[in-house]
């Protein structure tokens, strides 16, 4: 049974850090890739950030870039998120979510992530609130 359960959410105020986690279990990590997503209260869920298998490929959402840093370690089957310069607007449920590792289009001198309707496995999410 596939499980990801991420955690490094909380209150924090804006101008500050946080490091969210995913650990996934029950799946082959290193042939997935991951992403993360939040969706805010009233808004649709939207993607965040993504990364290839192999670290290889990294792309970020235009509101998050440059304050945004998405890595893993596939020995630990974890992804992360490292969060800076957070803002009121970044409050929201973040998840992370996998999908069977496959190429990254390429457009604009960018790699796109992967739509979200070819993610699988979802966590739960993880609560994030900037206070201004």
């Known amino acids: 049974q596939v499980q990801m359960v991420e955690s490094g959410g909380g209150l924090v105020q804006a101008g500050g850090s946080l490091r969210l986690s995913c650990t996934a279990s029950?799946?082959?990590?290193?042939?997935?890739?991951m992403g993360w997503f939040r969706q805010a209260p009233g808004k649709e869920r939207e993607g965040v950030s993504c990364i290839s298998w192999n670290s290889g490929r990294t792309n970020y959402a235009d509101s998050v870039k440059g304050r945004v840093t998405i890595s893993r370690d596939n020995a630990k089957n974890t992804l992360y998120l490292e969060m800076g310069s957070l803002k009121p607007e970044d409050t929201a449920i973040y998840y992370c979510?996998?999908?069977?590792?496959?190429?990254?289009?390429?457009?604009?001198?960018?790699?796109?992530?992967?739509?979200?309707?070819?993610?699988?496995?979802w966590g739960q999410g993880t609560q994030v609130t900037v206070s201004s």
């Open positions: 979510a996998a999908r069977a590792a496959s190429g990254f289009d390429y457009s604009g001198g960018y790699y796109l992530c992967p739509a979200e309707h070819e993610y699988i496995y």
């Open positions: 029950g799946l082959t990590f290193d042939v997935y890739d």
